[in-house]
């Protein structure tokens, strides 16, 4: 077969397990697409090809083995996922040189599958940040238009999936850093309900929001990956100790979306959206009409407060995560400080970046004894508000749908200046994360004037990640494919 990497991960799976190619031709695709494009695109920190290759070479001499879902399958890993023996910077300096004793729960489950690890992929620093622009290392490029921004902050794993570098990935969405990237590069993205997929092993940003999810080409091979990964762990307190649901399985049960209600919240089809956005999200929800949907109204009528909520929740969940990393332990340490205090300082000052600094910053803020009440303790009380809009509108619709970013992709560099810019970005992601629930983002089309890809929002009731695949699946199958990034071109 002449070029692996146009193949979907589901396809690739059938190559391998009928023998038509090898684990070691499917890693060597993925390094030598690597090779091609990651010059443009700086979409990944590390590429440990001789481990990758010997591990591909390990499974062809045992041959496939059909209780490995994912045998042979090359993946993409965020850089805030721990992986044994195996550089885990979070984007950071302060983390620059760390390799950790222990695979994180999803990795351990990834090897368990069979899949390959080809990449670990950049990333905002710990995961902070929606354009990828605030790595320490290097922005990464959207493969679609190069001066542009792959989202965030999973972007580094969204640009490889999008460019054919790994046939999936593993991304974070903390509020919304998988949704959104999948959104600008043209990718599927789905973000589990809180605790269906373990935290153990993803460095915290923000413990009650993070979420581990799949970036992946097609509504299927997101259905893969997340089967593989999802299940209880008894070393996350936060696991859902319930049973998996078949998300294959729930691909193949409908036909058509008849019977279907989908919710259209008002407040994501206002003031602000972009009219090309708003144009491609609107046909794919005519495209669900035609199989048999029906739109119906809702009200989020909190989602105004989702924003200052999310930022103050984040940033004190953030500021209490991010006190570990002193130059003591682990991680950077400055060695010309005399004493212990300026040693934290000069440590953590030269360690973290900008946003990292200004995020630690107001999390301390807002946690501090004379203004706890006033902020964080106001802010929980409006996130249970935002979880009871989504579940008095579940009452009345079967999933909700909204796109998953007000505007396409944005130039490098035109937001860097203004963080409160960045920041309301997130305005149609985030609320979900405030409720635990999940999200998934599929290809609604390309943008009529700029050419760049949209995403359509999905969103559901707790676990009901295989309604949102089934549902999607079927979108998938209507919506005009977006074809090959143009950037690489």
Not at 177 to 183: D, G, M, N
Not at 389 to 411: E, R, Y
């Given at each position: 077969?002449?070029?692996?990497?146009?193949?979907?991960?589901t396809?690739?799976?059938?190559?391998?397990?009928?023998?038509?190619?090898?684990?070691?031709?499917?890693?060597?695709?993925?390094?030598?697409?690597?090779?091609?494009?990651?010059?443009?695109?700086?979409?990944l920190?590390?590429?440990?090809?001789?481990?990758?290759?010997?591990?591909?070479?390990?499974?062809?001499?045992?041959?496939?083995?059909?209780?490995?879902?994912?045998?042979g399958?090359?993946?993409?890993?965020?850089?805030?996922?721990?992986?044994?023996?195996?550089?885990?910077?979070?984007?950071?300096?302060?983390?620059?040189?760390?390799?950790?004793?222990?695979?994180?729960?999803?990795?351990?489950?990834?090897?368990?599958?069979?899949?390959?690890?080809?990449?670990?992929?950049?990333?905002?620093?710990?995961?902070?940040?929606?354009?990828?622009?605030?790595?320490?290392?290097?922005?990464?490029?959207?493969p679609?238009?190069?001066?542009?921004?792959?989202?965030?902050?999973s972007?580094?794993?969204?640009?490889?999936?999008?460019?054919?570098?790994?046939?999936?990935a593993?991304?974070?969405?903390?509020?919304?850093?998988?949704r959104?990237?999948?959104?600008?590069?043209?990718?599927?993205?789905?973000?589990?309900?809180?605790?269906?997929?373990s935290?153990?092993?993803?460095?915290?940003?923000?413990?009650?929001?993070?979420?581990?999810?799949?970036?992946?080409?097609?509504?299927?091979?997101?259905?893969?990956?997340?089967?593989?990964?999802?299940?209880?762990?008894?070393?996350?307190?936060?696991?859902?100790?319930?049973?998996?649901?078949?998300?294959?399985?729930?691909?193949?049960?409908?036909?058509?979306?008849?019977g279907?209600?989908?919710?259209?919240?008002?407040?994501?089809?206002?003031?602000?959206?972009?009219?090309?956005?708003?144009?491609?999200?609107?046909?794919?929800?005519a495209?669900?009409?035609?199989?048999?949907?029906?739109p119906?109204?809702v009200a989020?009528?909190?989602?105004?407060?989702?924003?200052?909520?999310?930022?103050?929740?984040?940033?004190?969940?953030?500021?209490?995560?991010?006190a570990?990393f002193?130059?003591?332990?682990?991680?950077?340490?400055?060695?010309?400080?005399?004493?212990?205090?300026?040693?934290?300082?000069?440590?953590?000052?030269?360690?973290?970046?900008?946003?990292?600094?200004?995020?630690i910053?107001?999390?301390?803020?807002?946690?501090?004894?004379?203004?706890?009440?006033?902020?964080?303790?106001?802010?929980?009380?409006?996130?249970?508000?935002?979880?009871?809009?989504?579940?008095?509108?579940?009452?009345?619709?079967?999933?909700?749908?909204?796109?998953?970013s007000?505007?396409?992709a944005?130039?490098?560099?035109?937001?860097?200046?203004?963080?409160?810019?960045?920041?309301?970005?997130?305005?149609?992601?985030?609320?979900?994360?405030?409720a635990?629930?999940?999200?998934?983002?599929?290809?609604?089309?390309?943008?009529?004037?700029?050419?760049?890809?949209?995403?359509?929002?999905?969103?559901?009731?707790?676990?009901?990640?295989?309604?949102?695949?089934?549902?999607?699946?079927?979108?998938e199958?209507?919506?005009?494919?977006?074809?090959?990034?143009?950037?690489?071109?």
């Amino acid at each position: 077969m002449s070029d692996l990497t146009s193949l979907t991960l589901t396809r690739l799976r059938d190559e391998l397990a009928a023998g038509r190619t090898t684990a070691a031709q499917a890693v060597d695709a993925c390094l030598d697409r690597i090779a091609a494009t990651e010059p443009r695109l700086s979409a990944l920190l590390a590429v440990p090809a001789d481990e990758a290759r010997a591990q591909a070479q390990a499974l062809d001499a045992a041959g496939p083995d059909p209780k490995q879902p994912l045998w042979g399958v090359p993946l993409a890993i965020k850089d805030v996922i721990c992986t044994k023996n195996l550089r885990t910077t979070c984007g950071s300096r302060i983390l620059e040189n760390f390799v950790p004793p222990y695979d994180a729960f999803v990795i351990k489950k990834l090897r368990e599958a069979g899949a390959v690890i080809v990449a670990k992929a950049n990333m905002d620093e710990f995961a902070m940040g929606s354009s990828t622009e605030n790595s320490a290392f290097a922005p990464t490029r959207n493969p679609w238009d190069t001066e542009r921004v792959p989202g965030g902050s999973s972007g580094g794993s969204a640009a490889a999936v999008a460019a054919r570098q790994a046939f999936g990935a593993l991304g974070t969405d903390t509020g919304g850093s998988i949704r959104q990237p999948a959104s600008f590069c043209g990718c599927v993205g789905l973000k589990p309900t809180y605790g269906r997929v373990s935290r153990f092993g993803c460095v915290a940003y923000g413990s009650s929001l993070d979420q581990i999810g799949p970036l992946a080409r097609t509504v299927g091979d997101c259905a893969a990956i997340l089967q593989a990964i999802a299940g209880h762990d008894p070393a996350d307190s936060t696991s859902a100790d319930r049973p998996v649901s078949d998300y294959q399985a729930a691909i193949q049960s409908r036909t058509d979306l008849g019977g279907l209600r989908i919710g259209l919240p008002a407040e994501y089809w206002g003031e602000g959206l972009d009219p090309e956005v708003e144009a491609a999200c609107r046909g794919a929800i005519a495209a669900a009409e035609k199989l048999g949907a029906t739109p119906v109204p809702v009200a989020l009528p909190h989602t105004r407060y989702a924003v200052a909520t999310y930022y103050i929740v984040a940033m004190a969940e953030a500021s209490s995560n991010l006190a570990r990393f002193d130059g003591v332990r682990y991680g950077f340490r400055d060695t010309e400080a005399q004493e212990l205090i300026d040693m934290y300082v000069a440590s953590r000052s030269k360690g973290f970046g900008d946003e990292v600094q200004r995020r630690i910053m107001l999390g301390t803020y807002v946690l501090s004894a004379g203004y706890y009440d006033a902020y964080f303790r106001k802010a929980a009380q409006v996130r249970r508000l935002i979880r009871q809009d989504f579940l008095t509108a579940f009452a009345s619709c079967d999933v909700i749908a909204g796109p998953a970013s007000p505007v396409p992709a944005w130039k490098l560099g035109s937001l860097t200046a203004d963080p409160l810019q960045m920041y309301l970005m997130d305005i149609f992601t985030i609320s979900l994360n405030l409720a635990g629930l999940p999200g998934l983002c599929l290809p609604a089309g390309l943008g009529r004037d700029s050419g760049l890809p949209v995403g359509l929002q999905l969103f559901g009731p707790a676990f009901s990640e295989d309604l949102l695949l089934s549902v999607a699946a079927q979108l998938e199958s209507a919506l005009p494919g977006l074809g090959e990034p143009r950037g690489l071109a």
